[in-house]
């Protein structure tokens, strides 16, 4: 039977309106009569909407994540829940996943940055975990420029590096890593990518389900507002550059109440109490009930005007589709309702029973004792648009970029780099995060190529990378996707740890741009292929499309976080020099190759040709050639060569003690010079002690990885070739220019 509210929210006087409203098509509303075998009302248009919007069904993508590789023995949860895990022994898992908070960010900085923060964070404790540490991808437009499209993008930064830090902080989660890059294509669409990763022991994991006839469904966390609405589609459409009048779409983040959510859900779990939980993210109380039921097969009644509310004049519509931050859904077991209830009660949390689970396969929605709504769950979820949007190869990238055209001199090119702001140390952004609370991190942020938590009383260490070169990206997405799968993967190995699972992020443009659609397809055909040869399945992620303002859209941008372990924290291997006369060897081949470089775009001013290589059969032999050398001990410490080439990453291995207390080095190689700052792919710097440059030589020789005795460590001169410049002088600019660029403004 027809559903008639109209005496509290108004008749669908203008279908079309309606629809445009809420971003949905004619052939969307004949989908929606269909299923509902009569014309929706308005709080289940909302629904639909925010059910098949991009940002909640994938409808553009879901088609190219096919095939993803997803298992290994030690991977206990891929994707299709809130997280993955995988299986770090001794009854312990690491639950972890990276999300976009694209949109929001851009809109209001501090409060977007903050609420992608506590989203993903809800999203590990959900599943039973204690969050131990985060991360973060940020990415903005021309920071350098002297206009006000320099001072906006400075402001954009600041405000993001707050929010994420005034989160993480009151949270007491530490913030140990991330990367951060400057582009032209984000002038119009910044992104902000935030990861979080959680332990929990292995036979205590909670999943999103709603099963059992009779179980009550139980809210809890902070009171319903209105911020938010719509939050779901916003995040599913295009900027214009309007864009500010969309703040309502922004949530309001309180980290002190999510605080103590995660404590009271933590105490939660450790009784027999509940059947599952799931975080209200995106499309709010919509989508934690819908999936939820959707999984378990089940249906559900929702009494709405039970739902605690932050403001007067609520309605259902409002309440379904709100994403107030700092809530969750809970499927209690029938008879445990006080006992969860007393729970959130003595931490002071609202939490009220609001429904039930039933058999029914509906969702019935319900207002002071009248139905408003009536929706079968697995025919919504069924009939989910999957979208095959038109493809269009770009031309390929034939040039070869063998060379970079410029008057500099080696000398000058280096200093131009490593005052570069993508070079350039960014403990100004590191210090307002707060990286040592919990007492477990190693190596924080800035410190290493990966960053690392040790698990308490244990010798067993966590590392974490993010990685993305969108350059390489936009010029070659397949092989650039590749390169970002290896990269984040090697930053672990130079750090000691083995790699086991990715998380992904992919940020992409318009899916109605032929263009992006065949960089997208491209992209995820390469992480499938790098993630195979590597043995790092895909264990959960996240699709942002639609970052474009007035038409222009951004490189193709698929952040990848690496997660490995390593058995002894005692054998992580530091990244900076350690110690005078020990020998200095470049492992891997350097080459002429700079397509898509920063040195390319810093001395020529455009990106252009053929990236850098990437074999992946070399770079897993190098892999393992490191953990060997782990595991006997030998090395000292280890980068791999990226932005900005072989001298700018010793030039990070000299300073990475810390602007008081630099070492020099002393390295002669046979390259041409230009080729200094050429990032060759699986390439690594290792220092490493005279007497066992002959094992390691051996070593190499086994694995097929060409090994080259270039320098020593020493000196109170930075020397490379022909590059001679004191210690003092490098770290003046190396520490300096990047708070001296983003502080021009305050």
């Not at 935030?194 to 179980?215: D, P, Q």
């Not at 008879?335 to 029914?360: M, N, P």
């Not at 790098?530 to 222009?552: E, F, M, R």
């Amino acid at each position: 039977m027809a559903v008639d509210i109209t005496h509290i929210l108004g008749e669908i006087k203008d279908i079309d309106e309606a629809l445009k409203a809420h971003k949905l098509t004619q052939s969307d509303y004949e989908a929606i009569v269909k299923i509902l075998k009569r014309p929706p009302n308005l709080i289940e248009l909302g629904i639909f909407s925010a059910m098949w919007s991009e940002h909640c069904s994938y409808k553009s993508s879901k088609k190219y994540l096919q095939g993803f590789p997803t298992s290994a023995p030690w991977v206990v949860q891929g994707p299709g829940e809130n997280a993955g895990i995988i299986d770090i022994g001794n009854n312990l898992c690491a639950v972890f996943k990276i999300e976009s908070h694209n949109h929001p960010s851009f809109i209001e900085p501090h409060a977007g940055a903050a609420t992608g923060v506590g989203g993903i964070m809800r999203d590990i404790f959900t599943m039973g975990a204690r969050p131990v540490a985060s991360l973060n991808s940020i990415r903005f437009g021309d920071i350098n420029d002297n206009g006000a499209l320099g001072r906006k993008h400075r402001y954009f930064l600041r405000g993001v590096v707050e929010g994420i830090g005034s989160y993480g902080n009151c949270m007491g989660v530490p913030t140990i890593g991330g990367e951060m890059s400057f582009e032209s294509c984000y002038n119009g669409n910044i992104l902000v990518n935030a990861f979080c990763l959680g332990l929990a022991k292995k036979n205590e994991i909670f999943y999103g389900r709603a099963e059992g006839v009779g179980n009550p469904v139980i809210y809890v966390g902070s009171k319903t507002g209105r911020d938010g609405l719509g939050g779901a589609v916003m995040s599913s459409n295009s900027f214009s550059s309007q864009a500010k009048a969309m703040r309502s779409a922004v949530q309001v983040g309180d980290p002190f109440a999510e605080k103590l959510l995660l404590e009271a859900c933590l105490e939660l779990f450790k009784q027999d109490l509940i059947v599952g939980i799931q975080d209200m993210g995106a499309a709010g109380l919509t989508s934690s009930s819908f999936e939820m039921a959707g999984r378990s097969r089940s249906g559900m009644i929702l009494h709405l005007d039970k739902v605690p509310m932050r403001e007067a004049g609520m309605n259902p519509y409002e309440l379904m589709l709100s994403e107030s931050q700092e809530r969750m859904l809970i499927c209690a077991k029938k008879g445990c309702e006080e006992r969860v209830l007393s729970i959130f009660e003595k931490w002071e949390i609202d939490a009220a029973i609001i429904g039930e689970v039933t058999k029914s396969g509906i969702m019935e929605l319900f207002w002071e004792g009248e139905k408003c709504a009536e929706i079968p769950i697995a025919e919504l979820n069924e009939n989910m648009p999957v979208l095959d949007m038109p493809v269009r190869a770009k031309p390929p990238q034939t040039h070869k970029a063998n060379h970079l055209e410029t008057h500099l001199n080696t000398q000058e090119i280096f200093l131009m780099l490593l005052g570069s702001v993508e070079i350039a140390n960014k403990k100004w952004v590191y210090s307002q995060y707060d990286s040592s609370v919990q007492s477990n991190t190693i190596t924080s942020a800035g410190s290493g190529d990966a960053s690392m938590i040790r698990i308490k009383n244990s010798k067993v260490g966590i590392s974490m990378s993010v990685d993305c070169n969108m350059r390489y990206c936009y010029l070659n997405p397949k092989n650039g996707a590749k390169i970002a799968v290896a990269t984040s993967g090697r930053n672990s190995i130079v750090n000691g740890a083995k790699p086991l699972a990715i998380s992904d992020c992919l940020n992409f443009g318009s899916p109605q741009n032929p263009e992006v659609m065949w960089a997208f397809k491209e992209v995820c055909e390469g992480i499938k292929e790098a993630c195979k040869a590597l043995n790092t399945p895909v264990v959960s992620g996240n699709v942002s499309l639609y970052n474009q303002s007035d038409g222009i859209d951004i490189y193709p941008t698929p952040s990848i976080v690496s997660v490995g372990l390593i058995d002894d924290v005692s054998r992580v291997i530091p990244s900076s020099f350690q110690a005078q006369g020990n020998v200095i060897v470049l492992l891997g081949e350097a080459k002429a190759e700079f397509g898509g470089s920063l040195a390319q775009k810093l001395c020529e001013g455009r990106i252009y040709g053929c990236i850098p290589s990437i074999d992946l059969d070399k770079e897993s032999a190098l892999w393992n050639l490191m953990l060997e050398a782990v595991s006997l001990e030998i090395l000292k410490a280890a980068k791999d060569i990226g932005e900005g080439g072989l001298a700018i990453t010793l030039a990070q291995m000299a300073l990475g003690n810390g602007e008081h207390r630099p070492m020099g080095c002393n390295v002669h190689t046979s390259l041409p010079s230009q080729v200094l700052f050429a990032p060759s792919q699986s390439c690594i710097i290792v220092e490493i002690a005279v007497e066992n440059l002959a094992l390691l030589t051996q070593m190499a020789k086994k694995h097929k990885i060409p090994l080259h005795e270039i320098g020593c460590v020493g000196g109170d001169h930075f020397c490379c070739d022909e590059i001679n410049l004191s210690l003092q002088e490098i770290s003046e600019l190396y520490f300096t220019s990047f708070e001296a660029m983003i502080n021009q403004d305050v």
